[in-house]
């Protein structure tokens, strides 16, 4: 085959140039930092190994990567990494992908993406491939990665599959609970929790640059999420804390004047949300939930979806400080914007300090947590 | 003797499916598929606030997202008496026609394309094409550096697959712009569904999104990119694909199973579907249902 001979693509180092001021951008970073981010992806001799398995997943988060147009998700796909395995988009099939697999986790050192959550009832059997319980491929391929990234609520906590029969967990997490399940084979490797239903592109082309470039992980919070994207809370930043404050709620959404006012009484689980979601928004830029006129299901949460069913409905009741606990229609009547500020704060600081996940005084969980 | 031949998995779809086929003498005797995978999702929502539904149904599959939201919301209108609102029937109708072109041409070029493609024909292409050589530099580049993952492994090419350096050539090419062009349909139908993809803002008795005019004018421009795209380039590729390099495998008449076909109708036009309409008419419906079973169309 002649294909040797043949030119190398060019333009590789405006594309690196270009990718370096995206991630750099995403992760909130210097762009003084740019020369070595592009150094880094130009030497990389070989593009960095990724594994991306899929489990108990609705192919949504490899969708979200798809939907990425700056960087191109072609650009990713084939100049930055080396997507060794990956169900929905590699050409084999059968024993052609397994052999794949094996030889990648043989060479070691790559990225082990995660997507979807990793039922273990029945000894795993309710997701297999190729015979083998998806739990058991899972712990073959993080015994060698290099690091593991968890992507999407599934993978990271369980997600919507954790309230379903199978024992659905994360690689780390059953909801808020750590289950040490791969603890054995995972080790010291950094593991990087990227929740949100479905996975966010930017979150991960950012956090792939920044492995890439310094070898490291950016700093994470206690369910091991980059506190870039997961360090602010939906309540805080929200376009309609106005109408939060000002007690004005939509109660009908067929009602014209009740247009862009919060969405508290809709279900909106914004006070119980950390991510950056508000200010990145979502398909490069466009829009979110929230700003779509929907309520927040808080879906970058270990608790999500189990402890926020039903989702259209408030579910816990304010406290206001000095006041004891106040029943939301009340506070409709009388409340007062820095009040209700602080009762926010109160919420988000009792469940990370663990209060409200005890069933505290603060707040009460309708349902039944299944956090055994 | 009759031969088991075990494939597990099955890649490019989304789901986790084995098939297994046992062949004697060059013929297929019999044949299995299984899903791999199980959620539970119906024992899930069991005892659940219905309107939970539309949030969770979406997410049982993300590549034809929102069909599933759609579905349930339907299912819950009807449970519930809505008549849904002008407003709400128009950006349900909007989001399900956004999704119908980008996911027809995410299936040709991304899920299908690469059974039939001989895709180291490239090496082969002897054009000018300045587009179409920058795709044969971008896959020779990957032969260079001795990883064309995820284009390799393979099965390998028989006598059947398009291995014409031209053909090959400018479908990878629209391989690589139908992957731009479902992430522009995703920023589009965005602007109803609040995020994509898996739609939040579609639920019982509407749609909770009222873009603004400014926003519009973004869908609009998007839309008709999406629109130039299916006409100037997948419906001529299918065309191309069906009458030339695939006619042999299509003429063979395999996939067919039982020959039983069943399509809901879609788009409602002025107004939402009454409620005798759902089961198989849709009277006022763009698309109609109906079912073939057996050959005969709409049994009773």
């Known amino acids: 085959m002649d294909v040797l001979s043949l030119r190398p693509p060019e333009l590789t180092r405006r594309d690196f140039v270009k990718l370096a001021s995206a991630s750099l951008a995403l992760l909130g970073l210097s762009q003084t930092l740019r020369p070595r981010v592009v150094k880094a992806l130009e030497e990389s001799v070989g593009k960095t190994p990724v594994i991306w398995l899929e489990g108990q997943d609705c192919c949504g988060c490899t969708e979200s990567l798809v939907n990425s147009l700056e960087p191109l998700a072609t650009t990713v796909l084939l100049d930055t990494i080396s997507l060794r395995y990956h169900e929905t988009l590699m050409a084999a099939s059968g024993h052609q992908s397994e052999e794949a ?62 309230s379903g029969p199978t024992d659905a967990v994360g690689y780390l997490f059953r909801g808020t609970q750590r289950h040490h399940y791969f603890d054995d084979v995972t080790g010291n490797k950094p593991v ?49 804390r106005g109408h939060f404050d000002a007690g004005r709620f939509v109660t009908d959404w067929g009602d014209p004047a009740q247009q862009g006012w919060c969405l508290y009484l809709k279900g909106c689980r914004g006070p119980w949300s950390s991510q950056d979601c508000w200010k990145r928004l979502w398909n490069n830029r466009t829009n979110y939930c929230i700003q779509a006129n929907t309520p927040c299901v808080a879906c970058s949460e270990p608790e999500f979806y189990e402890s926020f069913s039903p989702i259209y409905e408030r579910q816990f009741d304010v406290r206001l400080p000095g006041v004891g606990r106040v029943n939301i229609d009340k506070v409709m009547a ?36 299944k956090e055994s | 003797m009759a031969q088991r031949i075990v494939i597990d998995l099955i890649t490019r779809i989304e789901g986790h499916l084995k098939i297994e086929v046992e062949v004697e003498n060059g013929v297929v005797k019999d044949a299995w598929s299984s899903g791999t995978m199980a959620r539970g999702w119906e024992v899930l929502l069991r005892d659940r606030d219905p309107r939970d539904a539309t949030y969770i149904t979406g997410r049982v599959c993300a590549v034809c997202e929102g069909v599933h939201t759609i579905a349930s919301s339907q299912a819950l209108d009807h449970a519930y008496d809505i008549e849904i609102p002008e407003a709400g029937r128009l950006m349900r109708n909007l989001f399900c026609s956004g999704l119908y072109m980008h996911d027809h041409c995410i299936h040709l070029y991304v899920l299908s394309a690469l059974d039939y493609l001989d895709i180291m024909a490239i090496a082969q292409y002897k054009g000018s094409d300045p587009g179409l050589l920058a795709v044969k530099n971008k896959v020779v580049g990957l032969v260079e550096r001795n990883d064309t ?30 992957v731009e062009m479902k992430a522009k349909s995703s920023k589009m139908l965005n602007i109803i569904c609040g995020i994509q993809p898996n739609p939040a803002t579609i639920m019982v008795g509407g749609c909770t999104a009222t873009p603004s005019a400014e926003q519009l004018v973004e869908f609009r421009a998007l839309w008709e990119e999406q629109v130039k795209f299916v006409n100037e380039i997948y419906i001529p590729d299918v065309a191309a694909l069906g009458t030339g390099p695939l006619l042999p495998l299509a003429t063979m008449g395999l996939g067919a199973a039982h020959g039983n076909y069943l399509c809901y109708p879609m788009f409602p036009q002025d107004g939402p579907a009454s409620r005798d309409d759902y089961p198989l008419g849709g009277s006022n419906h763009l698309v109609k249902g109906g079912a073939i079973v057996g050959g005969a169309t709409n049994p009773s």
Do not use: M
Not at chain 1, 208 to 225: A, C, E, G, M, W
């Open chain 1, 192 to 240: 990087i929790n990227l929740p949100t239903c479905p996975l966010h592109s930017e979150r991960l082309v950012a956090v792939i640059v920044h492995y890439l470039t310094f070898s490291t992980v950016p700093p994470l919070d206690h369910f091991n999420r980059p506190l870039a994207f997961y360090g602010y809370n939906q309540h805080e930043n929200c376009e309609r």
């Open chain 2, 149 to 178: 993952a995820p284009f390799t492994p393979r099965y390998t090419p028989d006598e059947y697959s398009v291995n014409d350096p031209e053909t090959v050539t400018t479908l990878v090419s629209h391989y690589i712009k139908s």
């Open chain 1, 101 to 162: 697999l094996t030889k990648t986790i043989a060479e070691g050192g790559y990225l082990l993406v995660i997507e979807g959550s990793i039922p273990l009832a029945e000894d795993g059997l309710f997701c297999t491939v190729g015979g083998r319980p998806f739990k058991d491929i899972v712990r073959d391929a993080a015994r060698n990665a290099a690091a593991i990234v968890p992507v999407g609520s599934c993978a990271s906590f369980g997600g919507i599959p954790r």
């Open chain 1, 334 to 369: 009388t409340i007062v914007g820095v009040a209700a500020g602080g009762a926010a704060i109160d919420i988000v600081v009792s469940r990370l300090t663990g209060r409200w996940k005890n069933g505290s005084e603060v707040a009460e969980v309708k349902t039944e947590e």
